[in-house]
């Protein structure tokens, strides 16, 4: 079996998480590794049996042993790692969001449109959930008729606030950081671009969120240029765990994806009810999606042809584009009109 | 309207709610109460607004006014007071069951044979439970072909366990206590009588049980004489609540009834996952059953019809055999045929 | 048992449910029908065993022995008929919607100011149900913390919706036909008015509806004071069945009422899958709703104390108020602010 | 990474699998593949890229590069071939059954015993579910209690019904054939083995059965040394899809894996009502349970320590003895003893 050889920079939680999978797949071969931490660089690399590491991305792309390079650095690094990877003869994968403004998306756009005999894949990992998957199948299968609503939801456990609050100056705010995936979810499914917006919320138990023009709970209603409509919903305060559900409302009929955010196939019958427990975050629930992605990816690679239900360069512009627009909404109080 | 006259025996728990039921029908007028415990008597009179009281059963079933008696009485007493009310000229509504031997059920049987003009109706409310009704629709009308297994299973919270423990010398065991509902079910929904059966179980949390031959918890096996299976499992000690659960696989389809003893539509999402609430006991799980047993009882009366779903002094009779055969067999440890 | 004497007015589905639910109320006597259809008149006037009947609603209040009206006539009767009642003495329930226009509503609002001595209710049937009065409790108790995100849908079954086109010129569209219920209980649950909404939709199925300004499908973003947030979609098109389910997302937990729109507690298993068939329609998942809240009413004019959870003529006129809102945000394509 | 290298025998649709899942294990090199077809050999080896080949299953133990055997031929050879693949100095993985006769078991046993330095695997993949692995962890931290009752259902979509009666005189009967792993389970969760059982069924929708003293639909209810209850349910006639689901009931909780059989968290609101679909075949159901025994099995072998949930031979030896004792109980009617 052909295998891609891979450098895979940066090794935060999903980074790490990438990096095993990679390991593990049998299309997979996992030869560099890349951070600026040498303490974790080393351990990972000894963990992961990895050949070779480096701690400078450039030195990395220009191991002419690599194919492809899978990127969990920094957002704000995204696009300039993605370009030179691209320009060095790499296929890319690269974690979400594309970039963190819209203007570096585009970059990318071009660079990836300069490059077409290279794989570009967005990780928009949920698109690679089985159930994600089937849905979609059923949709252009024309089982739900034609699209009427789209509503998505992202929560945070509430036992995460912490970190979130740390990360908070940094993270773009939650249209940013995570409702991405719910707005990448709605273009998909419904398969057309949203024209308005309109986004409220605030900070109803964290008020450090607010000098960040940001609330700990926050929505967004769209107007989609098709007509259909488009409900976000992103919290982080979440007591019961991580909960990801979407629905699709349909002419003929509706989806949803997880409306019970069930961790596994097992009830609990006792003090209280009959329980079905919660994943515990996005590692647990997407699991098995992320390790989809990267095989997608590395299958794209051998064939050629990009992955089917991979995203785009494109994909990672408009996301950006939306979530901003989004959270100039949610700023301005007004309703905001997307190009 | 047309209201018929009730006059009412016994006022405890069920017995109360057969006459609060009574009381708020349109088509009945509660006319008399009847209870040895003139205390409560009074009060609950007064608190019904109830203008006759007795003490004496075979007092009340003297007055001319009354056209009905409902029998929620102990159960030793219910044969000769069935017995009793229809020599009188009265239609009888009794509170299961029929009887505590076979032989008691056996007059019972004679004495409606030969008042054929009068209504009695035997207290199996979970036949007039909406759900047990859809489902019974269902099967009749051949949505699931041809029955194999019923199962069913009926446990209390463990709430109620010293309750439970202080009337076990007079239970007459859990099959007698408990099952009975499932063992008219089971003939009622696969429309055939057991043949044979095998009976376990034990005291797996409270030894007090083992005096009187009985278990906390305790199963059976049974074979029809169709062929079709029956598994039925009676406990005391539910943590989670009160559970009453069945199911019917057939041929062409399976249907299961309240396969989560939910409380309400109501699901609570908060520490430890996804959560509905149980009922608490018989009276919240099956008020409407109650209600609607006792109406169509009403019902039968003023068109001189048997309800179509009412039990019958023969289901009463073959119900006590079924459920002294399964004790038997579990004293035994044995087989045991059902003539 | 005191029994309140009710006339009725309005022989329509719904008004001939209550009718028939007054009858069978144990503190109601239903003396007295009002309907200008004659023919129809007799004939449930027979049917319910109701010695008078009027054509003429003022005749029916000029009756001595009447002790309250239930007006279940066309809408735009109700604000009128409602003070003519109070001003004759009569204690008032009515059906939603209070009045169509906000300047009938504040009528109503000073005629039950001035007759603070009777009862005036009016029917959001679905603050009665057992599932919303629990989750109500819950809230009330602290459990969900404070409100973040109040979500509702009602949804009409697709095979209805001939009647929904031809009532459409009559409707005052979605927001004030099918929403009113979810705006009050958005108001009820949260504790709070709305201050600004955005409301979008259209015609997915059905063009009819546009040249009504209305669509078949439509939602609405409200911004309430406290900075709760709330979303609503009202559709005509659900080919599952009546779907009615409202979820409220606080800091400490979440709360969903009737997530699967489940008809009884059976489940089928058959081809296809796992199946939980729907409600058919309003007056089968409310049966019990519309039955407790008339209850409720009798027992207010006896007890002379409103129903706790009954509506209120402000509620009526508020819920009016927000209702025209959505509907001029949605013609508009504009936020709405609420007084 | 220590990679284990495995040769397979048997390329039916299950061994198919286990030699997919070997391939794409990072501890697993799959070296060699052992079948009597072969075109289907050589055709498989292309595909999974395997360099060698063997119609001799002797020959493949024979090979000094190999490491480990998988073995899924038919069952009757499991046991000469375990045997032999042992004294050759190889780890095995065996599928289930481990030999159709309790001597046969027996041999297995004696020869594990005599290899004490090498790793064998009974392929009982439903204890690696995520979900009866994380079942059995809440048992055995003591959340049930003590075992009251445990209740297992094995059902087979009636699609599959021509595949099941062409291969009935071959399966050993309904207990042997589909209820082993509700037995390897009732085993593995109460901890304790059945002394005494009863058994019942018969043909219901398909006579063929008959002749082989089998059923289409079978169950059988154990009484265990402690005391504890086990009912067993296989079928082969469902028309939902492939239904396996467990329930354990103890004096502090209860827990049920898989109580609805759905295919992913998808649920479909369409005409009918709200479908969870279900999963089609037991290779979709438990496709991620294979990888992970194959994972372990390999792991196992690195470490010198048998995988903590693994199977071993007496498990088998006592599984294969508890089916037919079922058997003999359904054959002969009578309740039947194991020693």
């Not at 940066?10 to 999978?21: F, I, S, T």
């Not at 024309?142 to 509430?158: A, C, M, N, T, V």
């Not at 709970?217 to 976000?232: E, H, I, R, T």
């Amino acid at each position: 079996m052909k295998k891609i050889k891979i450098g895979s920079v940066g090794l935060g939680r999903l980074g790490l998480q990438h990096a095993k999978n990679i390991a593990s797949l049998p299309n997979a071969e996992l030869v560099a590794l890349c951070d600026v931490n040498e303490e974790c660089l080393k351990k990972e690399a000894t963990a992961l049996d990895v050949p070779k590491t480096f701690t400078d991305f450039n030195a990395m792309i220009a191991d002419k042993e690599i194919d492809a390079v899978c990127i969990a650095s920094p957002s704000a690094l995204h696009p300039q790692q993605v370009c030179a990877a691209l320009d060095a003869g790499k296929h890319v994968f690269c974690e979400k969001p594309l970039g963190i403004t819209v203007e570096d998306c585009r970059l990318v756009e071009k660079a990836c449109a300069a490059h077409k005999d290279l794989i570009f894949q967005l990780g928009f990992m949920r698109r690679f959930d089985d159930s994600y998957a089937y849905a979609k199948e059923k949709i252009d299968a024309g089982h739900i008729g034609k699209p009427i609503l789209f509503r998505s939801y992202s929560q945070d456990p509430e036992k995460f606030i912490e970190g979130a609050i740390a990360f908070a100056p940094h993270s773009g705010g939650q249209f940013f950081d995570m409702a991405v995936h719910d707005i990448d979810l709605a273009r998909w499914m419904i398969g057309d671009e949203p024209a308005e917006v309109w986004a409220i919320g605030g900070c109803y138990a964290h008020k450090e969120f607010a000098q960040y023009d940001d609330g700990d709970n926050v929505s967004a209603l769209m107007k989609f240029k098709s007509g259909a409509m488009g409900f976000l919903f992103a919290g982080r305060t979440a007591p019961h765990g991580y909960n990801v559900e979407t629905e699709i409302i349909g002419t003929k009929g509706t989806l949803r994806i997880a409306s019970v955010p069930q961790k596994n196939l097992v009830e609990v019958l006792g003090n209280g009810g009959i329980t079905r427990e919660c994943s515990e975050n996005f590692l647990e629930r997407f699991e098995k999606s992320y390790l989809s992605e990267m095989s997608a990816f590395c299958e794209a690679v051998i064939s050629g042809k990009p992955a089917p239900r991979g995203g785009t360069a494109e994909d990672g512009r408009r996301v950006t584009e939306i979530a901003f627009a989004c959270r100039e909404a949610f700023i301005s109080g007004q309703l905001h009109k997307i190009s």
